[in-house]
């Protein structure tokens, strides 16, 4: 009686802890865009966003604030916020922990405190997976919008040569600039100028939404501008050219980079398959050779 009892109440027990687990899948969740998130990500949403509303309380104000300016940066605010982003880092530390307990316990059986212990390394590297993935993010579009700046900064420059002024000449660059997160950024200030914001605010804000120095530097110098009276035309040639020669110095960098990076795979897999390949001939023959 009692082994058929606990048969019973472990099956019951299973059935509410898969209740729980496969709880979010049957709620209807926010839905995300399919075309910017990985499949990983999509297929944890639904518990990613049934653990935001516990993670949102215990996220303090600091932490929330930079979480909020990480994601500004990466473009993806609209999309996530920060209570999101603190659960992926709550869900992927226990996923991967309970993974490195498992295999712990099957490959070499150790004691429950000292499966936990050494899946610690794996919880961390959980826990920082997401701020490591927003910050690539935001820095592949900060890449992106630093090479099409000079673009930019050469079409305001004509239209404001051309006799428009700083408004209308950044409108035209909005219409025919190439596709990017730039121009969305860019479009964003010129409705804020549209709402009634002073123009150097928008443009501030636009240089914290991006967080790229030279946007930053673009709004001061147009703000001093402003002040003293300044032609907006050298101004911009100036900024256009400057942006230009940064691009150029990057690119060089990124070249000279190249042959320090394919070191390591020469060295280590390259190297060893060609000796492998040259020596194998040259061993049997002396084997060969000493019998």
């Known amino acids: ?9 472990a099956g019951l027990s299973l059935c509410l802890a898969m209740r729980v687990a496969t709880g979010p899948l049957s709620r209807r969740s926010p ?18 966003n049934a653990l935001a509303p516990a993670c949102n309380l215990l996220l303090s104000w600091r932490r929330r604030q930079s979480l909020a300016r990480r994601l500004l940066v990466a473009g993806i605010e609209p999309l996530y916020r920060p209570e999101h982003i603190f659960a992926m880092q709550g869900l992927a530390a226990l996923v991967l922990a309970a993974l490195a307990a498992l295999v712990l316990n099957w490959c070499f059986s150790p004691g429950f405190f000292t499966a936990v212990f050494y899946s610690l390394p ?28 000079p673009f930019l900064l050469d079409m305001t420059t004509l239209c404001v040569e051309a006799g ?19 121009r969305q950024e860019l479009r964003h200030a010129l409705a804020d100028m549209r709402a009634g914001m002073p123009r150097l605010e928008a443009m501030h804000r636009m ?8 946007l930053r530097q673009l709004a001061t110098s147009l703000g001093q501008a402003d002040q003293l009276g300044m032609s907006l ?28 990076k394919m070191l390591f795979p020469m ?12 020596g194998f001939p040259v061993a049997a023959k002396l084997l060969e050779a000493s019998w």
């Open 267 to 278: 060295v280590f897999c390259i190297f060893p398959c060609t000796f492998l390949i040259i």
């Open 1 to 9: 009686m009692l082994f058929w009892t606990s048969c019973i109440l």
């Open 233 to 260: 035309g050298p101004l911009l040639r100036a900024q256009a050219e400057q942006r230009r020669s940064e691009r150029f110095l990057r690119a060089e960098k990124l070249a000279l980079e190249a042959p320090v």
């Open 164 to 182: 428009l002024n700083l408004q209308g000449a950044l409108q035209q660059a909005a219409h025919h600039g190439p596709v990017g997160p730039l």
């Open 122 to 149: 794996a919880a961390l590297a959980g826990f920082g997976w997401p701020l490591y993935w927003l910050g690539e993010q935001g820095a592949a579009r900060q890449r992106h919008m630093l090479r099409e700046l």
């Open 207 to 214: 240089a914290a939404r991006t967080g790229l120095p030279p």
């Open 31 to 48: 839905p995300i865009e399919t075309d910017k998130t990985r499949l990983l990500l999509r297929l944890s949403w639904p518990w990613v």
